[in-house]
């Protein structure tokens, strides 16, 4: 049952993100640069998954598995730079319809 919770808080943090992602593209009046926001999303996401887990400390470091981490992080945050990009000269309805259907897929 936890790691339902942990599943319907993860899809409900996402949704919320992209909300206030857009919201903030749409309310800025000047050139928007949104790497800030970025650096503060993964920052507290490494530190809220580094604190939620205290097993983490105790084992060895397996160098797959930081490797692996390490590549979808980059992959995440280029989704992101590419995802504010498509924000700035498209329409929203179309670069989430885009977005949710590959996720599915």
């Known amino acids: 049952m936890s790691s339902f919770l942990v599943y319907l808080s993860a899809v409900g943090f996402t949704s919320l ?18 790497s800030g ?9 490494l530190l809220f998954s580094l604190l939620a887990s205290s097993d983490i400390w105790n084992g060895s470091i397996s160098w797959v598995m930081l490797s ?14 590419l995802t504010s990009r498509a924000l700035k000269h ?4 179309l670069t989430f319809a885009f977005q949710n259907a590959s996720a599915i897929f």
Not at 38 to 45: A, E, G, R
Not at 90 to 93: D, I, L
């Open 17 to 34: 993100s992209s909300f206030f992602f857009r919201k903030n593209l749409d309310n800025s009046s000047t050139n928007y640069n949104p």
């Open 37 to 45: 926001y970025l650096v503060l999303f993964y920052t507290f996401s």
């Open 68 to 81: 692996i981490g390490a590549c979808v992080g980059l992959l995440s945050s280029s989704l992101m730079l």
């Open 90 to 93: 498209g329409p929203a309805g």
